[in-house]
């Protein structure tokens, strides 16, 4: 059963070993531990609904509950003191096309606002319900879920929208195909999710983001549906698959999408390698994105992602060997480790590997063959359950990403941790921040930061010290070259920072669309825009 305060699975733990807790203890401090809200507590505050009774909905408190956040880190906080804030009048599982359209027929009737909703693994706020007089009704769209054709020839696959990675991968791979596109929150995420936000994946530097993966569709608007055809290319003026994906349910409802899928790969090989300092792994990459050596997964982290990983892998005597091994190499403190991934057909692939492998080592990577790849395949979708132990013994977790280029990626690096670091000093207490690049391109890479700090006994306090390291780390973003996201997306956490790379034009052009499209702004209001 899924959690509904937390990340995942409730009988999926992630135990962190005592040396990960005691390292957290002398670099940040202690958290304070209260107890989580009960979901009697949360479901006790949900408010009448004020939608009709309808049998094409539900207005259930726990299905209210169930969408009313979603996984940023204040809902979070909101969902463990079972302080929930706004609730979603009513949740409607479509199955159909016409199901979907009827309910958006209902709501511009009724003037009920709509929130189209995935998997509900927003961290930017996306799928909240925002305090308002207008009744919200939800449109959890997981009930559309099927494969509906796979043109093996054409390398093309149609599939409802509410597919979750497992379900889209489960259906391509019993066929022998692969979408290749796998979030870490894989899980549950969606791929109207995924196309609405603009996602990318683990592996997105083989396959593609899902932007390069999401070729037509079919969006139902209160102006009737859009359909994309799955053109390989056009050059028939503006590309309107550019208004769907990053759309984040603000002009429609994606109920199909048309996919490029490849056939699985046959040869997959996880492998690391450590470097002497970041700025030499960064030269590896930079590299091997301009020579396009095609790379499945990779992550460099940097000195203290790599460190902390090791602390907190559990594996005491195997880091305590590697550490020894590592040291007596010349690779000490600032050393960086790199975890990534060949794939694809076995000769090419291990060609691939090959020139991968020569040019880690000509920029001093250290090769340690394939043990830690293994274990990062083995906890792929694992890692995010750490959020859950961290919470419980004190400490809140988030993170904050962009992507620039290759000269600025270590500036901006630098400065969001510093920014975050110095923004928990002004209120004497004490951040972990830390960064890794996991995508690539010929023109620079995304900047991932992860961030870790105590939390308060007051839900308020812990809120108050996220809000203003979120907004720090955004400003040094926008204002030092950097998007204000690589792959989150906007939502409401984000939308404050829009302006500063679109323009004041460029936000005209999205308000005006939203205008015509959604006169009386009902879809997902206070979103994007
Ligand atoms: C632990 C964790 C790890 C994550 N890792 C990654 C990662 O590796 N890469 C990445 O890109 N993101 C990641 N995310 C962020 C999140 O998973 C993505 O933004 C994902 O694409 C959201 O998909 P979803 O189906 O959960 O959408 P939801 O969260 O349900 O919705 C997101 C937005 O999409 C809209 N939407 C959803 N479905 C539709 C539809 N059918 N039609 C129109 N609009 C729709 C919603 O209205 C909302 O605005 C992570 C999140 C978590 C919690």
Known sequence: MRRWNGWGETEIDYPVPDTASRYLESLIGVGEVVP???LETALAQAPASRLPENPAYTTAALNR????????LPDWIALRHGQIGAFP???????????????LRLAQQKHICLIPYGGGTSVLGHINPLAGERPVLTIDMRRMNHLLSLDKKNHLAKFEAGASGPEVEASLSAQGYTLGHFPQSFEYSTLGGWVATRSSGQQSHLYGRIEDLFLGGRLETFYGTMELPPFPDSAAGPDLRQLVLGG?????????????????PVFERYAAAFFPTWEHGLEALRRAAQERIPMGMLR???ATETETTLILS???RLVGAARGLLNAAGYRTERCLLV??????????????????????ACRGLLVGQWIGKMWKKNQFRTPYMRNTLWELGYALDTIETATTWEQAPVLAARVQAAICATMEEQNQQALAFTHVSHIYETGANVYTTFIFPRAADPAATLERWQAIKRAASLVIVKE?????????????????????????????LAVLHECMDPDDLMNPGKLI
């Open 340 to 361: 990534y991934a060949i794939a694809g057909e076995t000769r090419t692939a291990q060609q691939s590997l090959s020139r991968l492998k020569s040019l880690l080592v």
């Open 300 to 302: 460099l982290s940097d």
């Open 36 to 38: 989580d809200a009960t």
């Open 481 to 509: 070259g950097g998007t204000i996201s690589h792959q989150h997306g906007v939502g409401v956490d984000h939308a404050p920072y829009l302006s500063y790379e679109k323009s004041a034009v460029g936000m005209k052009m």
């Open 248 to 264: 984040e349910g603000r002009i429609g409802i994606l109920t199909q999408a048309t996919v490029r899928v490849r056939p699985r």
């Open 314 to 316: 559990g594996k005491k």
């Open 89 to 103: 009048d009513g949740v409607a599982y479509p199955q159909t096309v016409p199901e979907v359209a009827e309910l």
């Open 65 to 72: 509950l169930h969408h009313a956040r979603g996984q940023s």
